[in-house]
T-cell receptor, first 112, second 112 residues
């Protein structure tokens, strides 16, 4: 699985757009990029997944440049409840067991 | 649709004892994975089960074992508990091959 690098922490204010960038220089052709969110004392929650270009859902957008060596999770108009740890994961679908390899994640603090 | 549930919520054990943690998968999911999350770190993959057989394993010793039952519920067993086993244990269910995994709230295990 490709190694990922994310900022350790970020601060933002309510109503702002937050962009968290993840580097994955060794991403393989079959790898997808997946983001999870985790609140304290809870299990991670799937946010979004993409392969290339841009993916948008009701929660976030994921921007992936053509070389796929990085990706950016964009959270529009954050609120206090978006304070959490965000994990970027890279890996491929396979039938041998899809283990999720979590790094340290990015701790996002949203302030009033 | 019922989400992933885990029991117990909290557990305190003594070093050398054995523990069994339980997980009920989300309805329709056929794969269950277990993760260990130490305080301040990302979850670490322990193993995954599909069709009642282990389908992938992380870097954990054999004293960590599991079972998956025909109704897709699952158990994690840890023998000869060590102090470093103190962590949040997370269960996640999914369809085989999917990176979109649904996590339970976890069991907080404290070994004294």
């Amino acid at each position: 699985l490709a190694k990922t690098t994310q900022p350790i922490s970020m601060d933002s204010y309510e109503g702002q757009e937050v962009n968290i960038t993840c580097s994955h220089n060794n991403i393989a052709t079959n790898d997808y990029i997946t983001w999870y969110q985790q609140f304290p004392s809870q299990g991670p929650r799937f946010i979004i997944q993409g392969y290339k270009t841009k993916v948008t859902n009701e929660v976030a957008s994921l921007f992936i440049p053509a070389d796929r060596k990085s990706s950016t999770l964009s959270l529009p108009r954050v609120s206090l409840s978006d304070t959490a740890v965000y994990y970027c994961l890279v890996g491929a679908y396979n039938n041998a067991g899809n283990m999720l390899t979590f790094g340290g994640g990015t701790r996002l603090m949203v302030k009033p | 649709e019922t989400g992933v549930t885990q029991s117990p919520t909290h557990l305190i054990k003594t070093r050398g004892q054995q523990v069994t943690l339980r997980c009920s998968s989300q309805s329709g999911h056929n794969t269950v994975s277990w993760y260990q999350q130490a305080l301040g770190q990302g979850p670490q993959f322990i193993f995954q089960y599909y069709r009642e057989e282990e389908n992938g394993r992380g870097n954990f010793p054999p004293r960590f074992s599991g079972l998956q039952f025909p109704n897709y519920s699952s158990e994690l067993n840890v023998n000869a508990l060590e102090l470093d086993d103190s962590a949040l244990y997370l269960c996640a269910s999914s369809f085989k091959g999917s990176y979109e995994q649904y996590f339970g709230p976890g069991t907080r295990l404290t070994v004294t």
